[in-house]
């Protein structure tokens, strides 16, 4: 109980900094995202890497780098990190925060969707109704609106696609981490010298912007590294709940703070996702606990052979 009481304030602290991250990169608006995209990277992996070695977890590294396929598959998750990355900063700054909401709210959703085409899992009747709700709030969105919400589903689907490559690939959460910010680290530097070429690059220009650009890395790494150190502790289902603080602290950020409108149309579809995910979240839940119930009973026929 006390492990879960600790993962559960783990992943609060882990979603509540990616909740309203927006706040933080707003300050950055003014900046090319590709270059914010590239100290985020470069910033992480001093943090990544003091972490893995004070905890003596570095074994990962070597091995990811000699493998081709696990390497392959890092960089491909890089790819999809940083278009997560990127447009999310993109839209913050653009004052698109309330899309980027939608997006995350949309991602467990099509989690379910990847574990249905690609993982040979299968639908349930209550889960099909909140796919089937969120697919209508993307069209009532779309019709009302006049707007595809192309920025949620781009945010959603390379996020998405991400935690799949990362479930399926044989390397710790830390170390993955690590290794890419490395690998984009070096793309990053091909970025850098761009935006110097065309006079654009704010690294350096002032002390402000310098040193938010820095700060990138902690306030990228920290809240990864809380997430997986929440994940090992908690139950599935409870970090499938908490993960709606993210995109509820973006949400009120856009409305509350950046005063971003909403509207009727807007407010529909939220209510959709809402409901879906209300509906995902139920089943959720009673999926785990009938799982926790047969697991008991397990446990008890084995004591009493």
């Given at each position: 109980?006390?492990?879960?009481?600790?993962?559960?304030?783990?992943?609060?602290?882990?979603?509540?900094?990616?909740?309203?991250?927006?706040?933080?990169?707003?300050?950055?608006?003014?900046?090319?995202?590709?270059?914010?995209?590239?100290?985020?990277?470069?910033?992480?992996?001093?943090?990544?890497?003091?972490?893995?070695?004070?905890?003596?977890?570095?074994?990962?590294?070597?091995?990811?780098?000699?493998?081709?396929?696990?390497?392959?598959?890092?960089c491909v998750s890089t790819l999809l990190v940083s278009i997560s990355w990127g447009f999310f900063v993109w839209a913050v700054a653009?004052?698109?925060?309330?899309?980027?909401?939608?997006?995350?709210?949309?991602?467990?959703?099509?989690?379910?969707?990847?574990?249905?085409?690609?993982?040979?899992?299968?639908?349930?009747?209550?889960?099909?109704?909140?796919?089937?709700?969120?697919?209508?709030?993307?069209?009532?969105?779309?019709?009302?609106?006049?707007?595809?919400?192309?920025?949620?589903?781009?945010?959603?689907?390379?996020?998405?696609?991400?935690?799949?490559?990362?479930?399926?690939?044989?390397?710790?959460?830390?170390?993955?981490?690590?290794?890419?910010?490395?690998?984009?680290?070096?793309?990053?530097?091909?970025?850098?010298?761009?935006?110097?070429?065309?006079?654009?690059?704010?690294?350096g220009g002032n002390m402000r912007d310098t040193l938010l650009l820095i700060a990138c890395g902690p306030m990228t790494a920290l809240?990864?590294?809380?997430?997986?150190?929440?994940?090992?502790?908690?139950?599935?289902?409870?970090?499938?709940?908490?993960?709606?603080?993210?995109?509820?602290?973006?949400?009120?950020?856009?409305?509350?703070?950046?005063a971003e409108p909403v509207g009727w149309g807007r407010l529909v579809a939220f209510l959709l996702i809402w409901s879906a995910l209300?509906?995902?979240?139920?089943?959720?839940?009673?999926?785990?606990?009938?799982?926790?119930?047969?697991?008991?009973?397990?446990?008890?026929?084995?004591?009493?052979?």
């Amino acid at each position: 109980m006390k492990e879960q009481r600790n993962g559960v304030v783990l992943g609060i602290c882990a979603f509540g900094l990616w909740g309203f991250y927006a706040l933080f990169f707003k300050q950055l608006a003014h900046i090319h995202p590709l270059e914010v995209v590239a100290h985020r990277a470069f910033w992480a992996v001093p943090v990544a890497g003091a972490i893995l070695f004070a905890t003596g977890r570095t074994r990962d590294i070597s091995r990811s780098f000699a493998n081709p396929r696990l390497f392959m598959m890092l960089c491909v998750s890089t790819l999809l990190v940083s278009i997560s990355w990127g447009f999310f900063v993109w839209a913050v700054a653009v004052e698109r925060t309330l899309e980027a909401s939608l997006g995350y709210y949309i991602n467990p959703l099509l989690n379910v969707l990847i574990g249905f085409l690609l993982l040979g899992e299968r639908f349930s009747k209550t889960q099909l109704v909140a796919i089937a709700l969120a697919v209508g709030a993307v069209t009532f969105m779309t019709i009302s609106v006049g707007i595809f919400p192309w920025v949620s589903l781009v945010l959603a689907s390379s996020f998405a696609a991400y935690g799949y490559i990362r479930k399926t690939i044989d390397v710790g959460p830390v170390q993955g981490f690590f290794v890419e910010s490395l690998i984009l680290s070096a793309a990053g530097l091909t970025i850098v010298v761009w935006l110097a070429n065309t006079a654009e690059m704010r690294f350096g220009g002032n002390m402000r912007d310098t040193l938010l650009l820095i700060a990138c890395g902690p306030m990228t790494a920290l809240p990864l590294m809380l997430f997986a150190a929440a994940a090992r502790r908690l139950r599935y289902s409870t970090v499938g709940l908490l993960q709606y603080i993210a995109p509820t602290g973006l949400f009120l950020t856009g409305v509350f703070v950046f005063a971003e409108p909403v509207g009727w149309g807007r407010l529909v579809a939220f209510l959709l996702i809402w409901s879906a995910l209300a509906i995902y979240s139920f089943d959720t839940f009673r999926s785990d606990r009938v799982q926790r119930n047969l697991d008991r009973m397990r446990t008890v026929d084995s004591n009493i052979e």
